[in-house]
């Protein structure tokens, strides 16, 4: 069975129908990762994924439950652009408050670690560079020991050193054993740390394969030059592409 599936799924907006019948799925113990240009469908997506948006039709899944249900949120975490925690709190008592949440949480010391937060544990949120923040966060979505990871976008604005830090905390969860759906604007990332890559395109997948697959179906050596390619096969100016 798959971790999380879209089946058919619609979702309309007025006028403007953001995804057009799409399905998607996880496997367990994939990373999959959901690339687009902005407008694409990809927020929309994680949403219903997440249970913040019905579609419009068809479903979704979280390990066979309804994505809004307590048993889809207990095997589940999230590190999303928006989030945002409270600067005057020590990193320890941000894990420690998140882990509550949880009926069987990952021992403190033992996200610390994951997430790569020995030795800041009692620094203020506030007093922290913006990898050690991501990393914090990072820490959050996987204190409550879930099955499956959303990360949205999760290094954006890092420095390469902070971004090939967090990619080790990534693989490091996928090694456990944990499903990931990332989605993510640099393509090398997409490329390093993808098992499976789906391109997403005004509502509709474009294309959908491991890496290798998507490049070697474009004739190209490299997934960015891959993902140019789809969208020009399916009308996009490169200025669309890149804004």
């Known amino acids: 069975m798959p971790v999380a599936e879209l089946r058919g799924v619609t979702k309309r907006y007025g006028a403007v129908e953001a995804l057009r019948g799409i399905d998607l799925s996880i496997a367990p113990g994939e990373l999959l990762a959901l690339l687009g240009p902005n407008g694409a469908g990809k927020t929309t997506a994680v949403r219903i994924l997440?249970?913040?948006?019905?579609p419009t039709s068809g479903e979704a899944a979280i390990f066979g439950h309804h994505p809004a249900s307590r048993q889809a949120k207990l095997r589940r975490g999230a590190l999303l652009q928006v989030g945002?925690?409270?600067e005057t709190l020590k990193v320890q008592e941000h894990i420690e408050l998140f882990s509550s949440y949880y009926e069987k949480p990952l021992p403190i010391a033992e996200t610390i670690a994951a997430a790569g937060l020995?030795?800041?544990?009692?620094?203020?949120?506030?007093a922290?560079?913006?990898?050690?923040?991501?990393r914090v966060l990072f820490a959050l979505a996987i204190c409550g020991n879930p099955d499956l990871l959303f990360l949205d976008e999760p290094t954006v604005g890092l420095d390469v050193e902070s971004r090939r830090a967090l990619w080790t905390r990534i693989r490091g969860f996928v090694a456990r054993g944990g499903s990931v759906l990332l989605t993510t604007h640099y393509l090398d990332e997409a490329d390093a740390l993808a098992h499976r890559v789906a391109v997403i395109d005004r509502?509709?997948?474009?294309?959908?394969?491991?890496?290798?697959?998507?490049?070697?179906?474009?004739?190209?050596?490299?997934?960015?030059?891959a993902f140019l390619a789809i969208m020009k096969e399916n009308g996009n100016a490169l200025e669309e592409v890149l804004q």
């Not at 394969?209 to 997934?223: D, F, H, N, R």
């Open 50 to 54: 997440l249970g913040l948006a019905a």
């Open 203 to 225: 509502g509709r997948i474009a294309a959908e394969g491991t890496p290798a697959e998507i490049k070697a179906q474009t004739g190209t050596s490299v997934l960015e030059d």
């Open 118 to 126: 020995a030795g800041i544990e009692n620094r203020l949120f506030g």
């Open 128 to 134: 922290l560079s913006g990898g050690q923040k991501q």
């Open 84 to 86: 945002r925690v409270p």
